[in-house]
């Protein structure tokens, strides 16, 4: 499977949109490359945490979130739901769930909760907190991860504290 191909079928190569969110992507499968080097113990499956990585907010562009470049319709927190269905459509039923499940430290919608459960959903997950879609310069610290994630509870912030135990180098 080629990432970078199924992202082009839905995004313009080179729109401010696609570089943003591939530089996004690149970012978190980065930092996933790390911890996973970090430690081999885990023992995931390396070419799919980099394929789901690209992959994970391949559904931005159906939200309506001007401050990220994204002109659709949806509301920003179902882009990983949006996402999923993309990716279900392609055949990639494993890439889908980590869509569904990489949004902060996990997330309750109206049609269910879409926690991270396999290593590898947990694993970019956390890479994922590092990075925004605004500042693709910088890298957030745990305690801005924390303080942003605080605003859905204090199990956010607990499932959070549980990946930093896992995946902390």
């Known amino acids: 499977m080629n990432p970078i191909a199924i992202l082009k ?7 401010g949109l696609y570089n943003r969110l591939l530089t ?5 499968a980065n930092k996933a490359e790390a911890i996973m080097q970090a430690h081999p113990e885990l023992k995931v499956d390396a070419n799919f945490v980099y ?11 159906l939200t309506n979130a ?11 927190m ?5 996402g999923a269905e993309l990716l279900r459509r ?3 039923e494993r890439h889908a769930r980590v869509c569904e499940r990489h949004t902060g430290a996990g997330i309750s919608l109206p049609e269910g909760d879409f926690f991270p459960e396999t290593t590898e959903e947990k ?7 590092f990075y ?5 310069d910088e890298e957030k610290t745990v305690e801005q991860i924390k303080k942003s994630l605080s605003k859905y509870g204090d199990d956010a912030v607990a499932r959070f504290e549980n990946m930093i135990l896992e995946f902390r180098y």
Not at 9 to 15: A, D, M, P, R
């Open 9 to 15: 079928k839905y995004y313009l190569e080179g729109s």
């Open 24 to 28: 996004h992507s690149l970012s978190v």
């Open 51 to 61: 394929e789901a990585a690209i992959l994970h907010d391949i559904g931005i562009f």
């Open 66 to 76: 001007p401050s990220v470049d994204c002109a659709g319709t949806q509301p920003y």
């Open 78 to 82: 179902q882009h990983g739901r949006l």
């Open 90 to 92: 392609e055949g990639f």
């Open 123 to 129: 694993l970019i997950c956390y890479a994922d907190c």
């Open 132 to 136: 925004s879609k605004t500042h693709l």
